[in-house]
């Protein structure tokens, strides 16, 4: 039932916000030069790569300019992108994701592949499941870049300060999953982007067993600067 539940859903959703996400469209483009979406290679369902769509939030090639985590104050956030990135709505374009199977409107979040190569087996898993538009680690760590803010290393903060809670709360979804549960999900999502509490979900951790990955591990690009400060 997930998957007609994920397409109906989000085909409605597309259907209703089309005028919505034609004006936010408009606004990226005028706001600053460069495409309307992000598209960043993200591990998908059984380690499969897919491009993620997203409203671009950053300025062009901002990827070259600095990690893939992003602090509050990161100076690459153009305006509008701050506004977007504040309500979630950078995130709606993922239900062209979800049409296309890639994703579906409630897993663990998608993560790019160098921290996929730094999962445990047992955080491997997650990568049994398609990824989701939102989770558990969504909504009690909708405001991350508040948390990484004023950080000189994003993505090493990311790994350390955030990363471990938001797996076991993907790992604990994984273990509970079921369509009441990912309406659920979906009302705290809604209830947290409009009135933002700031309130943890009441979760138990969950007893995970191993699971295999398909990706090759390679160092995180945090691991790679920390290498070259010690061989200068």
């Known amino acids: 039932m997930k998957r007609p539940f994920d397409l109906i859903v989000s085909t409605f959703g597309l259907v209703l916000l089309a005028a919505p996400l034609a004006v936010l469209a408009l606004l990226v483009k005028l706001g600053t030069r460069g495409p309307v979406f992000y598209r960043g290679a993200r591990v998908g369902w059984r380690g499969k790569p897919f491009r993620i769509f997203k409203f671009r939030t950053m300025v062009v090639d901002a990827e070259k300019l600095g990690g893939d985590s992003t602090p509050e104050d990161d100076p690459r956030v153009t305006p509008i992108g701050r506004l977007l990135r504040k309500y979630k709505l950078d995130e709606l374009p993922q239900l062209f994701n979800v049409i296309r199977g890639e994703m579906s409107l409630v897993g663990p979040r998608p993560q790019v592949p160098w921290a996929v190569a730094m999962y445990t087996q047992d955080e491997r898993a997650v990568l049994q499941v398609r990824p989701g538009i939102t989770d558990y680690a969504s909504v009690r760590f909708r405001d991350e870049g508040e948390i990484l803010r004023g950080s000189t290393n994003p993505d090493k903060d990311y790994f350390e300060k955030i990363h471990p809670e938001k797996m076991r709360l993907s790992l604990e979804y994984i273990r509970k999953q079921s369509l009441w549960l990912d309406c659920q999900i ?7 982007v409009i ?9 138990h951790k969950a007893d995970d067993g191993p699971a295999r990955g398909t990706i090759a ?5 945090f691991i790679l600067d920390e290498q070259r400060k010690v061989t200068k």
Do not use: H, N, S, Y
């Not at 979906?186 to 947290?192: E, I, V």
């Open 186 to 192: 979906l009302a705290m999502t809604l209830a947290a």
């Open 195 to 203: 009135f933002r509490p700031q309130r943890d979900i009441p979760v």
């Open 217 to 221: 591990p390679q160092p995180a690009p």
